[in-house]
């Protein structure tokens, strides 16, 4: 700005013009009338150059600024016709003319600074509260009081023209003060102290009354009043806040000022010969004053000073509730409050991440190499996005980017930028170097709520794909997940409203068809609106809320309580085993062991009349979870590994684990008559279970070939549609311990199917 002002054509043109003003003035000392002819014919060109020019800054004010503008232009406009018809007369007229102003000019000066004062005292304030209303006017009325006090001294004691001007300068100096301090001012700073400067040098001129000084200072201060609109035009064109601050300063100097007045006109007017008590007394007055106004701006300073420090307190604050402590993000609070406001413009797009396996991070490294790895990771998402997308740590390892407006439609390409920037390794705490990964849910819309839940869901969706990846919601994904947050609420009240029950199907020997045994299964009919649920989707909705727990207790508790009744009420029962799947959650339930210690020693049962059948993901490294398996080892519990050989570490696990038995995949058995390589790992399960002593069970046999041909390989126990489907206990024991001989299995084959 300051480039462009040394630049302006119309600054430097007032300049040119008062200096050969002032020139041809003292070229014309000994002539008043000519000084007088110079002096009005250079003003109408400096007045036309401040109407222009405030013209064009009320073009683009609006409200109370635009006004008093408009009206300054006005004002100017008048004096411009004025000064015109003053020079008009002095050129045209007779000789004894001088540079005052004649009636015409006059009054149209007074009209334009009545016009600017009136403008000036309606000028709103801001709302700063009763306290800064009332501070406010009394600095006013102080400087109309000083000013009418000096006015009264120099002026209007001796009447004329020099008394009414300095009244006139008494108000308009209140109107300017009362304005100044409103928190409003439609003048900034920068381009009102030319203009105070200029009308300052005007009235002292006109109290001053000296011709001499008189005729020179109009030259001087003409360029000053173009100056202040000149610049703020320039401010108006090139900053955002071109009136200055709206902040009201803790202190005003403008009572001190009038107070200074004051006693220099007392001092200046005191009549010679007076005694030299009343000096002292004035001169005491004036001294106990200035002390007082020099404590009081003691005061003054220490109180900035502590507002100050209580204005660093707030942002600190500010801060801490706005932003995350350790990653400097944007924190939940601040986020929702960013993400509404977004909204409210229309849709955005919300990128919600969350880190993989951070847990482990914690635990292995500690706390301190976590927290490392949070801030490195803040770090790279703010690189992986632009300015206006707002970056958020949500809590824990899970962060948020909102994409608003335009910015939405490139929510996939975020997602992506933001995988790569964590593709490479992260160096913690001196220790080696991880990998993180991250999973990434995208969505987008115009509800608050509705978004955060899609963004949530499509998360998630990434998560159950195998993580490290993204995923964008669709409608069919929130069906899922809806879907699931039902079960997990139904299955909280399926125990309370017993809608759980247990199926049995039998485990027979191959060679007689006659059972040994019986694996429990759960179902659960949830009635009007689940409906009868299906295992394979209600059981891991169990294991993910944990309700496996109980829910397993109480399968465990029935199934051997059934056991004991078949025992107690069927002879064909006596060596009977019964069959309990058990997850992976409940093993590392602490106490699980002990649990069913208790199930069988309130049924009145021994260990090995039961067998716990647990998959291999369930303990596939989880020390907990195999030390489980000990102490029920302990207890003379048969251990059986479920579903073996579809996990990578399956041969592995029979070396880790004190299982006492193996169950055959289904897959392997399905394809086990017509497929070598489901026959060959089949019968190498058997060798490697008859090696080390283990008993082993086909599962899903439903053909009498697929029987054949597992005996013919060493099995000797299997279970399948072929001898039975899942039954109820009284279905089960009607046919199956009633002590009938059993069909061979050519036999079992027409009678399941029959």
């Known amino acids: 700005m300051t480039r462009a002002l040394l630049r302006d054509p119309v600054l430097w043109g007032a300049a040119l013009l008062s200096l050969i003003t002032v020139v041809l003035l003292l070229a014309l000392s000994g002539d008043p009338h000519r000084q007088a002819q110079v002096l009005w014919a250079t003003q109408p060109p400096l007045d036309i150059a401040?109407?222009?020019?405030?013209?064009?800054?009320?073009?683009?004010?609006?409200?109370?600024?635009r006004r008093f503008w408009r009206v300054l232009a006005g004002a100017l406009a008048l004096c411009t016709v004025g000064d015109s018809v003053q020079a008009t007369l002095?050129?045209?007229?007779?000789?004894?003319?001088?540079?005052?102003?004649?009636?015409?000019?006059?009054?149209?000066?007074?009209?334009?600074?009545?016009?600017?004062?009136?403008?000036?005292?309606?000028?709103?304030a801001a709302d700063l509260g009763r306290r800064a209303r009332l501070a406010r006017w009394l600095d006013s009325i102080s400087v109309l009081v000083g000013g009418s006090v000096v006015a009264w001294c120099f002026a209007v004691g001796s009447g004329g023209p020099q008394a009414a001007g300095a009244i006139v300068a008494a108000v308009t100096a209140f109107a300017a003060v009362k304005m100044v301090l409103s928190g409003t001012a439609p003048v900034h700073r920068l381009a009102a102290l030319p203009m105070t400067v200029a009308v300052v040098l005007l009235g002292v001129g006109l109290i001053s009354g000296a011709a001499g000084l008189a005729g020179f200072i109009p030259v001087l201060a003409s360029p000053l009043i173009v100056a202040g609109p000149r610049i703020q035009q320039a401010l108006t064109r090139r900053t955002e806040n071109p009136f200055g601050s709206r902040r009201r300063?803790?202190?005003?100097?403008?009572?001190?000022?009038?107070?200074?007045?004051?006693?220099?006109?007392?001092?200046?007017?005191?009549?010679?010969?007076?005694?030299?008590?009343?000096?002292?007394?004035?001169?005491?007055?004036?001294v106990v004053v200035a002390l007082v106004v020099a404590r009081q701006l003691v005061a003054f300073q220490d109180n900035v000073a502590l507002l100050d420090e209580l204005r660093r307190q707030e942002a600190r604050l500010r801060d801490q509730a706005q932003y995350d402590g350790l990653t400097k993000l944007a924190n939940r609070a601040h986020f929702h409050d960013g993400l509404a406001a977004s909204l409210a413009a229309g849709p955005v797009a919300l990128v919600l991440v969350d880190l993989d396996h951070f847990k482990t991070v914690n635990d292995t490294m500690g706390h301190a190499?976590?927290?490392?790895?949070?801030?490195?990771?803040?770090?790279?998402?703010?690189?992986?996005?632009?300015e206006n997308e707002l970056v958020a740590r949500l809590g824990g390892d899970e962060f948020a980017v909102l994409l608003p407006g335009e910015a939405a439609a490139s929510a996939d390409a975020v997602a992506e930028r933001i995988l790569s920037s964590l593709a490479s390794p992260v160096r913690l705490m001196h220790q080696d170097a991880v990998v993180v990964q991250c999973s990434i849910g995208v969505a987008s819309g115009s509800d608050l709520t509705q978004l955060l839940s899609?963004?949530?869901?499509?998360?998630y969706a990434a998560k159950d794909r195998g993580r490290a990846t993204w995923v964008r919601y669709t409608p069919s994904l929130g069906h899922r997940i809806r879907r699931t947050a039902e079960l997990a609420v139904g299955l909280r009240d399926a125990l309370e409203k017993d809608q759980f029950r247990l199926v049995f199907q039998p485990i027979v020997h191959l060679e007689t068809g006659a059972p040994i045994g019986a694996e429990t299964l759960l179902r659960w009919d949830a009635g009007p609106g689940l409906g009868a649920v299906p295992p394979s989707e209600f059981i891991p909705v169990a294991e993910e809320s944990g309700l496996i727990v109980p829910i397993g207790r109480w399968v465990l508790r029935s199934a051997v309580r059934q056991l004991a009744s078949?025992?107690?009420?069927?002879?064909?029962?006596?060596?009977?085993?019964?069959?309990?799947?058990?997850?992976?959650?409940?093993?590392?339930?602490?106490?699980?062991?002990?649990?069913?210690?208790?199930?069988?020693?309130?049924?009145?049962?021994?260990?090995?009349?039961?067998?716990?059948?647990?998959?291999?993901?369930?303990?596939?490294?989880?020390?907990?979870?195999?030390?489980?398996?000990?102490?029920?080892?302990?207890?003379?519990?048969?251990?059986?590994?479920?579903?073996?050989?579809t996990a990578a570490s399956s041969l592995g696990l029979i070396l880790t684990c004190p299982m006492t038995g193996l169950k055959l995949d289904r897959s392997f058995v399905?394809?086990?008559?017509?497929?070598?390589?489901?026959?060959?790992?089949?019968?190498?399960?058997?060798?490697?279970?008859?090696?080390?002593?283990?008993?082993?069970?086909?599962?899903?046999?439903?053909?009498?070939?697929?029987?054949?041909?597992?005996?013919?390989?060493?099995?000797?126990?299997?279970q399948g549609y072929l001898y039975a489907r899942p039954a109820p206990a009284a279905e089960y024991a009607a046919r199956w311990l009633t002590g009938e001989p059993r069909m061979a299995v050519t036999g079992a084959a027409s009678g399941t199917h029959g």
């Open 249 to 286: 300063k803790p202190y005003s100097f403008a009572p001190y000022a009038a107070v200074s007045a004051v006693f220099a006109a007392l001092v200046v007017t005191l009549p010679t010969g007076v005694s030299i008590r009343l000096w002292v007394a004035v001169l005491g007055a004036i």
């Open 454 to 459: 899609d963004a949530d869901i499509a998360m």
């Open 566 to 645: 078949w025992r107690a009420a069927h002879p064909a029962a006596a060596g009977m085993r019964i069959g309990v799947n058990v997850a992976g959650r409940q093993l590392r339930e602490p106490g699980f062991a002990a649990s069913v210690r208790e199930a069988l020693a309130q049924a009145g049962l021994p260990g090995p009349s039961l067998i716990i059948e647990v998959t291999e993901t369930a303990v596939l490294d989880d020390p907990a979870a195999i030390e489980t398996l000990y102490a029920l080892r302990d207890l003379g519990v048969t251990l059986a590994l479920d579903d073996f050989g």
């Open 369 to 386: 190499a976590g927290d490392t790895l949070l801030v490195e990771v803040a770090g790279r998402l703010r690189t992986a996005v632009r």
């Open 90 to 124: 002095l050129i045209t007229g007779p000789a004894d003319a001088t540079e005052a102003g004649g009636p015409v000019q006059s009054a149209l000066l007074a009209v334009a600074q009545l016009a600017v004062t009136v403008v000036m005292l309606i000028h709103p």
């Open 670 to 718: 399905e394809n086990v008559t017509t497929a070598e390589r489901p026959r060959a790992v089949a019968r190498a399960v058997s060798q490697i279970a008859g090696t080390l002593n283990l008993s082993v069970v086909a599962e899903g046999i439903e053909t009498v070939e697929q029987a054949e041909a597992l005996r013919e390989m060493g099995y000797r126990l299997g």
């Open 50 to 65: 401040c109407v222009w020019t405030s013209w064009r800054i009320q073009a683009v004010a609006t409200g109370p600024v």
